[in-house]
């Protein structure tokens, strides 16, 4: 008999440990559009979830006739660990550097003590939250 996705506690982002949960993830590619995706146990680390999509990342992107280092994996902060930075390989990668490591924080406080700033404008064309979504690079 197949085992399906636990329904589960797990880690709750809005700090509600008496729900349970599960993940859907969803791998798309240009205007949306899905190509690969399925349910995750509620307790799944977004870490082991990035690791194991790169696995077939370049297997699945060669299906619908995009090569290696001819796309860009877009992932939130938990893509950056040793592990999945090698499963990467030489494909080209976007993501947010967690703000554990003493590296962007040290980047923010300099460009924030220094005043050194850009305006780079509005990167998502979506209504914008409760607060201003404008991102600024250090030059």
Known sequence: MEEGTAITYGHSKDNRPDLKQYIIELLCVEKNIPILGGCEDGNSSDKTLNK???KSISKKMTECGVQEKDFIYIADSALVTENNLKEMGNNLFITRF?????EPKRLISDAVTEGDWKNIG????TKPLKTNHTRFIKE
Do not use: E
């Open 98 to 102: 967690p703000m554990n490591y003493n």
């Open 122 to 125: 509005v990167l998502a064309t």
């Open 52 to 54: 194991n999509i790169l």
